[in-house]
């Protein structure tokens, strides 16, 4: 399934002061919209913005699309999921700009509803008495059970969210407004009380010391794997199909690169390695893309909280040459992971001709990754 991102940044965000709309005022050092995009690393994003601000979101962002607002949100929202039309999109999240604080763990439950339901959005259960009021007086109180506190990304299947758009009459507070319009069911995932909305000018202030206060959790992983010669045309290495006089003997597919970088993950969460969650004594992966190790073992980082910071992976063989095919390595690892390209490093050495790696029996990979609590 493939997940694009729609982030909505195109309102003038008065009533948070400044000479700037909020979404490009400064919060410890960037704007509070460059750390809205860093949260969703590398997932296609476009990104709505008001005209004026096109100069300045290109410089800021060259790699993301581009999309006008329109008069009111809904509106904005719907020019940037035309944008999306055509493309092999399944899923979209829908996030509020001004929400520079969302976690890893809240967008990856989000995406995770979306498995079963259409639409799927992360809130908090309302604790607080709730009154009503006129003139500055308490008029009187208002039931709280059953009430959320919404929050943002709302996730939506695409063609779903997209034929609610177009169907809406317009007015709607946020897109699970427009989703039920349409009939569809919404998920309520639990959403997190540090993915506030900066709306007033205190709002900053806050989310300095949010940011200032947090702890960083760093997890470092390494991992090691072999694997033997075997009679072949072809070997896997990091994701990469490689023609050789030899395959590699093993049980799935044998990448031995992406085995050791997918137990450095493992090791980093404290998860135990490939073994633990596909056993070998499983006839149901014999023969399987080590891809699917991969995919899971960065899964489980997210949703436990953590994104990938980089990774480092060394081949160590005499033959194939891995120089050639080392950048394609890195950025299908870097696919596979959903990272930046720029946090992953293949490289190769050779033992020298020592050992069984020198005599040319297998190939052996060393890996390490180091992950941060988003």
């Known amino acids: 399934m493939s997940t694009a991102v729609i982030i909505v940044a195109a309102g003038r965000g008065s009533r948070a002061g400044g000479d700037l ?4 005022q400064s919060l410890a050092g960037k704007s509070v919209l460059e750390h809205t995009v860093a949260q969703f690393g590398a997932m296609q994003i476009v990104l709505v913005i ?19 607002g329109g008069e009111t949100r809904a509106q904005s929202v719907l020019n940037a999921l035309a944008a999306l039309e055509g493309s092999q999109v399944d ?19 989000v995406i995770a509803a979306l ?13 607080d008495a709730l009154w009503r009021g006129e003139a500055g007086l308490v008029q009187g109180t208002q039931d709280r059970a ?16 997209l034929a609610a758009h177009r169907a809406h009459p317009g007015g709607a507070l946020d897109d699970v407004e427009v989703a039920r319009a349409a009939g569809l069911d919404v998920a309520i995932v639990e959403g997190d009380e540090e993915n506030m909305k900066l709306t007033y000018p205190g709002d900053f202030a806050k989310g300095e010391a949010l940011l200032k206060g947090r702890k960083m959790d760093l997890r470092v992983g390494n991992g090691y794997d ?29 990448d031995v690169g992406m085995h050791a970088l997918t137990d ?19 006839p149901q992966w014999k023969g399987a893309a080590s891809h699917i ?65 020198g005599r040319e029996e297998g190939i052996a990979s060393i890996a390490t990754c180091a992950l941060v609590k988003a």
């Open 50 to 68: 008001h005209p004026e601000d096109r100069v300045r979101a290109a410089a800021l962002f060259p790699e993301l699309t581009l999309v006008h």
């Open 264 to 282: 450095a993950i493992y090791g980093a969460l404290a998860e135990g390695d490939i073994g633990r969650h596909f056993p070998p004594s499983d």
């Open 226 to 254: 072999v694997h033997a010669f075997c009679e072949g045309d072809h070997l896997w290495l990091c994701g990469v199909k490689i023609p050789h006089s030899k395959g590699l003997l093993g049980h799935s597919d044998a």
């Open 146 to 161: 059953g009430l959320y506190r919404a929050q943002t990304p709302q996730g939506f299947r695409f063609p779903e969210i």
């Open 21 to 24: 709309p909020k979404q490009w």
């Open 115 to 127: 498995d079963h339901h259409p639409a799927a959005a992360p809130a908090l259960v309302v604790s």
């Open 293 to 357: 190790f991969l995919a899971h073992a960065i899964a489980l980082a997210r949703e436990k909280g953590y994104q990938l910071a980089n990774c480092d992976v060394t081949l160590v063989c005499e033959y194939p040459k891995i120089g050639p095919h080392a950048l394609n390595m890195a950025a299908e690892l870097a696919r596979i992971m959903g990272v930046e390209t720029s946090r992953v490093s293949v490289k190769a050495t050779t033992s020298e001709r020592l050992g069984f790696t």
């Open 91 to 109: 899923r979209v999240l829908i996030h509020d700009g001004a929400r520079p604080f969302v976690s890893q763990a809240v967008i990856t439950r």
